[in-house]
């Protein structure tokens, strides 16, 4: 049976240009990138950035083929001057420029709309390097180059996030499962209400007994824990049938499964399922809660709306609260919470609602109510209940961690 370390495919990226380096663009490209490889069987062992410049990617190169067989280079293969990687990748090849008919009948198509776009520039793009593997890109003017050599692949990717996805997803993944057809299965549980050292010490048997080519990685994130199993050589058939021995363990904290899951998208999951719907009443959160419900198509099934409750007048005015509560209790209480939460469900006519109100900061905490104090509340058809958190004290934290407990709770209280 074969293990990760001895038979997995590694390989680098190399992601080229100056904007990575002083914060301008953030290099989405190299984690999407690095995810996909993944799932496909080849590890990436390390993430590079470097400058718009010849030495330095000759480099990096030269550094990443000294400890593994393949790279990927992103970035540096427009038409202007800045971008040198197809010129620096001949150079250490040792090959040539020249004119591919077939990328220039792809371009001249490409800019057929937009015939101002071809100039002296525009025509650089469809020189290639002779002894090179061209793909073509389907949704840009930059070929995707293959240079191979004593063994070793780089693919070299325009830095254009989208054109790159494309490229990966529809060429480069079928052309490397044909090459190497090394899949890795992963299948993630996710989980709250735990942390890692406690449920590593609740299910250190079941992971001892894991055979050697399934791992189990723990992935915490602001109160949410993902499990993920991956495994090599082996099938899904094995994968779920480890899970099943694991559920017994984790059932009082698994909320759902998937890879790239969201909690949100569970809740939309389960509330489309039984078709209800769903509304948020926001203070402390400032329209973050609902951002996150609505973010994918299809959550009009699901999700009706928010009022964003911000002074205690809308509290009052639009939702309801009574003005007694707000006087006596505080926008930041119980009593507030559920009220908006209640008043919010009878506004939009949902089967449940959400409610959140709390002391952001960096101002207005007291001994008391300190900054992190949050209330959230959780309307049903049966009931109103309501809970006290405390989050910290960074503003950014205190209304991710709100969210997250505001979604997880309620997909709790579907579940039960």
């Known amino acids: 049976m074969k293990n990760f370390e001895e038979n997995i495919k590694t390989a680098h990226i190399i992601c080229i240009g100056d904007e990575l380096l002083i914060g301008q663009v953030v290099n989405t490209n190299a984690t999407f990138l690095a995810h996909t490889l993944n799932l496909y069987g080849i590890f990436v062992e390390k993430i590079i950035a470097v400058p718009d410049d010849a030495q330095a990617i000759s480099q990096a190169v030269a550094d990443s083929f000294a400890h593994t067989n393949i790279i990927f280079t992103i970035g540096g293969l427009g038409p202007t001057k800045d971008d040198i990687t197809k010129k620096v990748l001949c150079d250490y090849f040792q090959t040539v420029l020249v004119e591919s008919g077939e990328v220039k009948q792809h371009v001249q198509t490409l800019y057929a709309n937009r015939p101002c776009l071809l100039n002296h520039l525009t025509e650089s793009q469809w020189l290639v390097p002779k002894d090179a593997k061209i ?22 990717f ?3 996030p989208y054109e ?4 990966v997803n529809e060429q480069i993944i079928p052309f490397l499962q044909q090459q190497h057809n090394n899949k890795i299965i992963h299948k ?8 890692e050292s406690v449920l590593a010490e609740k299910i250190a048997t079941w ?3 894991l055979p050697i080519n399934i791992r189990l990685a723990y992935l915490p994130d602001n109160g949410v824990l993902r499990l993920r199993l991956s495994g090599y050589d082996t099938s899904e058939e094995a994968i779920d049938e480890k899970i099943n021995t694991l559920y017994p363990l984790i059932e009082p904290y698994y909320i759902g499964e998937g890879e790239t899951k969201t909690i949100e998208q569970i809740l939309g999951d389960l509330l489309k399922a039984n078709h209800q719907t769903i509304a948020t009443a926001e203070s402390c959160t400032g329209g973050k809660l609902a951002s996150l419900l609505n973010k994918w198509s299809g959550s009009s099934a699901f999700y009706m709306g928010s009022v964003i409750a911000y002074d205690n007048s809308v509290k009052r005015d639009v939702l309801g609260v009574d003005e007694t509560i707000l006087q006596t209790k505080g926008a930041v209480s119980e009593e507030t919470a559920k009220a908006m939460a209640l008043g919010v469900r009878q506004l939009l ?7 959140t109100t709390g002391v952001a900061g960096p101002t207005g905490g007291t001994p008391t109510k300190p ?7 959780w309307a049903t058809p ?6 006290e958190f405390r989050f910290g004290n960074e503003r950014e934290t205190i209304t991710d961690r709100a969210c997250k407990q505001a979604i997880v709770q309620m997909i709790t209280l579907l579940k039960n």
């Open 164 to 167: 790159m996805k494309v490229a």
């Open 382 to 387: 049966t009931e109103v209940v309501a809970k």
């Open 371 to 377: 900054v992190g104090t949050v209330w959230i509340s």
């Open 349 to 355: 006519h949902t089967d449940f609602a959400i409610a």
């Open 158 to 160: 325009p830095g254009v």
């Open 188 to 195: 993630t549980l996710i989980l709250h209400g735990v942390g």
């Open 135 to 156: 793909f073509k890109n389907r949704v840009g003017s930059a070929p995707i180059m293959l240079f191979e050599k004593n063994g070793k692949q780089l693919f070299a």
């Open 207 to 209: 992971e001892d007994a």
